[in-house]
C-alpha cells in the first residue's frame, strides 16, 4: 500500500504537533512495507505538487489539528481547490487535539466524515486522540511519551488499511472523565496549571494577561 499523507496543521514543520505525531506514526505504518508521500499544507508552495498527489493517489491520509471545534483554516482553503474524485479513492484521517477527552473530538470527527463524500472519496474512518497539547514544548523524554503510542497505531492502519478497530477505538482513551477527576483537574487549572500557562505566553512574547478581552 502507497499512501498519500497530508499534514494538514497551519504550523510549519518545526511547531507542528501534528507533523511529530506523523514522524511516529509513518514510523509503524512502513514496517512491512507501506510507503508514503508527505506535504505540509503549511507550506503553500506544495499545493501545486498536493492537489496533484491528490488525484493520483487513491490511498490519502489527512492529520490535522482541532482548534475548539474547528479544522485548521488554511487546510479549508487547499480543500476547497480540489476537485471531488469517483475513482474509488480511500481517505482515512488522524484527528488530534489539545482537549483530552474524547467528546470533545467528536463534533469535528463527524464533519470528517462528511468531508470524505464531499471529496468524492470512501471512508476509512478516523483516529481520534486528544492531550496533546505539550508535544513541543516539553522535553524529549515527555514528547516520545505522548508521542510514541502512535507507531503502534501506524501499525494497526498498515495492517486494516483502516482505523476501524477496536484497537483504534481504545486509543482515543476516556470518553468524559468522571465526576471526580474532572473536580481535581479544576482545581489543578486554576492553581498550577494556569500559572504555567502565563509562564509558556510570557516565553513566546505574550505581553497582555490571558484573560485580556479588547472587543468585549
Known sequence: MHV??????PRVKK??????????????????????????????AQWDD????????????IALPLYVE??????MEFLETLTPKNDGSQ????????????????CGEAYLEILAEKLGCGYKGTLVKGDNFSIRFTDDKMKNK??????????????????????????????IF????????????????KKAFKMIAANIGCEQPLDYRPYR
Open 70 to 75: 474547528c479544522i485548521p483554516g488554511l487546510l
Open 91 to 106: 481517505i482515512a484521517f488522524i484527528l488530534q487535539s489539545g482537549f483530552a477527552e474524547g467528546i470533545q473530538l467528536r
Open 4 to 9: 498519500l499523507i497530508i499534514n494538514g496543521s
Open 178 to 193: 468522571p465526576a471526580h477527576m474532572r473536580f481535581i483537574l479544576g482545581l489543578v487549572f486554576n492553581t498550577f496549571a
Open 15 to 44: 511547531y507542528s504537533n501534528t507533523d511529530k505525531i506523523l514522524e511516529k506514526f509513518t514510523k509503524g505504518m512502513c514496517e512491512n512495507g507501506t510507503t508514503f508521500e508527505q506535504y505540509e499544507v503549511s507550506d503553500k
Open 146 to 175: 505522548v508521542t510514541d503510542p502512535y507507531t503502534e497505531m501506524g501499525r494497526e492502519f498498515a495492517a486494516n488499511e483502516n482505523f476501524n478497530s477496536e484497537a483504534c477505538r481504545k486509543f482515543t482513551g476516556p470518553e
Open 50 to 61: 498536493m492537489r496533484e498527489a491528490f488525484n493520483r493517489n487513491k490511498n490519502i491520509l
